[in-house]
């Protein structure tokens, strides 16, 4: 046995550690246990803590699981597993919607308390947001700045551009699918159980898709190798037993991150709604960044991206479908989620944005030009979202929105010949034969 196959990864328990905080104290109130009362921001610093850590356990369970089943799955399963703190947050503030909607008939709030219904959707969006604004312009970047110092080229990363491999197009045709419906959300004054059934079947046909992929040899680093090269028995082991405790950390923390931010927020005097759609996307969403920015280091930048993308499918799918069955189940009724007229903005302008990152992606790359595109209107609705007033905000989206549906039907037209094949390779295709090209 090597001495790589001997050695114990310390990244593991440390991890496992950096949780350990967080989940006594989310359990503790659970059940009743003595605990320390501890202030709020405090309090939503240690749970977030835990988040992370809990999903990096994830991330390396997901990683080394891909020893057995096929690439692009397994890219699938990670992207899923490594955004469950996302879910968690996001399903939790859901959740209480629907409790609030259930008591008084409606999730408009007293003068002073936070909108429940807002805070189950600012989640969402701006996590999604962030992932494309952010995170896809970050991957280029990484990428760059890694070719540079190695002084070569990399197969997927050349001239600033990212390229996918061309089992990605499945993931760029079940996004646009997604997108094509979400445009029309802005137009609801609800969103119900017909929506989560289109997108939930939207999602099942993608994980059916990827399904059909060939198995290859991953390329595993760090912890997620460590588990990998053990034997079938114990690697199966190490991958369940780490999926359950990271679970159970975001099952004890997850409600009370999201709480104690909120309460945060309110001391300070920041919006609650700006702090729930841009701070805590950061905690959640920070896991899968760091796992896409690992990958574009080391010269893998069709990795890195196809992560980011997959977790955009998985947020714009699963995500958005499990929405509307978290609250009627706990509103105990089948109305969907009320959508006011800030909601119904907050879903145009992500809809729109993704509308564009899907155009970008119609020729299965991401040019230094897309990625800074992209940024720079990301930074210009954050700027807008934390700086202006209600009524001057509302009108930036409705600019923003129409200026990515516009770029978008630009790129479209433009690649409308490439694009129409990536449609094809990603629904009809075999995957076996896009995975030689």
Known sequence: MSDDRRRFPARLPLAALTTLPGTYLGAADYLGWPHPDVPAPLAALVFGIAIVGAAFILAWAAEAAQVDVSAGLAIAVLALVAVLPEYAVDLVFTFEAGQEFARQGTCVPPPGEPDPCSLALANMTGANRVLVGFGWPLVVLVGAIAVRRAHRESRSTHEGRVVLAPV????????????????????????????????????????????????????????????????????????????????????????????????????????????????????????????????????????SLGTLLSSKVNQWTLLVGTIPIVFAISSGSTHGLPLDEHQRLELLITAAQSLFAVSILADLGLTAVGATTLFVLFAAQFVASVTL?????????????????????????????????????????????????
């Open 389 to 437: 007033p209600g009524a001057a905000n509302r009108v930036v989206i409705l600019v923003l929105s129409g200026l990515y549906v516009l770029l978008a039907v630009v790129q479209l037209v433009r690649r409308r010949q490439i694009g129409a094949r990536t449609a094809r390779d990603g629904v009809v295709t075999p995957l076996p034969e896009l995975a030689r090209r």
């Open 168 to 303: 990605m197009s499945v993931e760029v045709v079940f996004l646009g699918l997604a997108t094509l419906y979400s445009l029309s959300l802005p137009l609801r004054a609800s969103l119900t159980m017909a929506d989560a059934a289109v997108f939930l079947v939207i999602f099942a046909a993608y994980a059916w898709r990827l399904s059909k992929a060939p198995v290859e040899e991953p390329n595993l680093l760090g912890v997620s190798e460590w588990v990998g090269r053990r034997d079938r028995a114990p690697r199966r082991r190490w991958v369940i037993g780490m999926f359950a405790f990271a679970g159970t950390v975001i099952l004890a923390t997850a409600e009370h991150f999201a709480r104690n931010l909120v309460d945060t927020g309110s001391s300070l005097g920041v919006d609650e709604f700006v702090l729930v759609q841009w701070v805590a996307p950061l905690a959640s969403e920070s896991p899968e960044l760091i796992v896409a920015c690992l990958y574009a280091a080391r010269l893998m930048a069709s990795h």
